[in-house]
């Protein structure tokens, strides 16, 4: 179950009992691995390969399937608003132009359509691997492994707060909105038309900021009481030992990056699209 304050879902998984620095090198140079290229088939493996981490972490899918509709819907509007605004734009990477259909004089190509689509599977492939990061590793412990690479322990303890504070936004939000909807704006399917509905989240906006910046303010307020940030060193209570898995996943992801350049510089230099 997530602790309170976090996103962190306790299981007893060998991807949990990596070190919080050693998944965030493996978030980055995924990452980065699938933005080298603007490939279809490349995402789809990146894609299945996160799904499977996932899965091996044994995070129920009802506990990501906000994040992971939230990505769906975030990739369908990119989508749409690539292909209106430029509904050629595929077929320019491309070199090729086979027009699906023209309206108001301008036409759109399958081409742009493909590259639509891969685009959408770039966020997507990217989406498993930043749920595994964000539901398996425990902020606390985090933060300790990015002071034992040197980084500030003000800063590790400002990360460590910032993910604590992803579940009271959301449930924040939540609560205003049930508030406007109380009042008579409309949210739901079914009750106004999108846009309306789009627009009205807009309510939502400014208390939530306000709310957010009350929030900081009491948590800096409690913090300098306990006189945080006058030492130069702490210790952590949630520290730990690179283990033999962390070992072997960081040679991977090396030997990843060197794949990736090598194939971004030699074999896949540019938007794949099979059917010229």
């Not at 300790?144 to 009271?168: E, F, H, Q, W």
């Not at 939540?174 to 627009?199: D, S, T, W, Y």
């Not at 709310?211 to 800096?220: D, P």
């Not at 040679?251 to 030699?266: E, H």
């Amino acid at each position: 179950m997530a602790k309170g304050g976090t996103l962190y879902i306790e299981r007893d998984s060998r991807i949990h009992s990596m070190d919080g620095s050693v998944k965030l090198l493996l978030l980055i140079v995924w990452t980065v691995a699938v933005f080298s290229f603007m490939d279809l088939r490349i995402f789809t493996l990146f894609f299945l390969g996160g799904m499977t981490l996932l899965r091996a972490a044994r995070i129920p899918f009802k506990s990501v399937k906000p994040l992971f509709f939230f990505v769906v819907m975030f990739t369908i509007f990119n989508s749409l608003f690539l292909i209106a605004v430029t509904p050629q734009f595929g077929s320019e990477l491309s070199g090729s132009y086979t027009t699906v259909f023209t309206l108001m004089g301008r036409e759109l190509t399958a081409e742009t359509l493909w590259f639509a689509l891969s685009l959408s599977m770039k966020y997507m492939a990217i989406s498993p691997i930043t749920m595994l990061f964000i539901f398996t590793t425990h902020p606390s412990r985090f933060a300790s492994s990015l002071n034992k690479l040197g980084i500030s322990y003000r800063v590790a303890y400002a990360i460590n707060i910032a993910l604590r504070y992803i579940p009271d936004v959301s449930e924040e939000f939540k609560n205003i909105m049930h508030a406007q909807e109380a009042r008579g704006v409309a949210f739901r399917k079914g009750e106004a038309p999108l846009m309306e509905r789009l627009v009205n989240y807009n309510t939502i906006l400014i208390p939530l900021v306000l709310s957010s910046l009350n929030r900081v303010e009491v948590v800096t307020n409690a913090m300098n009481l306990r006189g945080f940030g006058r030492e130069k060193k702490r210790s952590w209570y949630s520290g730990s030992r690179y283990n033999s898995l962390d070992f072997i996943v960081m040679g991977s992801m090396t030997l990843l990056l060197v794949l990736v350049f090598y194939l971004k510089n030699n074999l896949i230099t540019g938007f794949w699209y099979p059917f010229q």
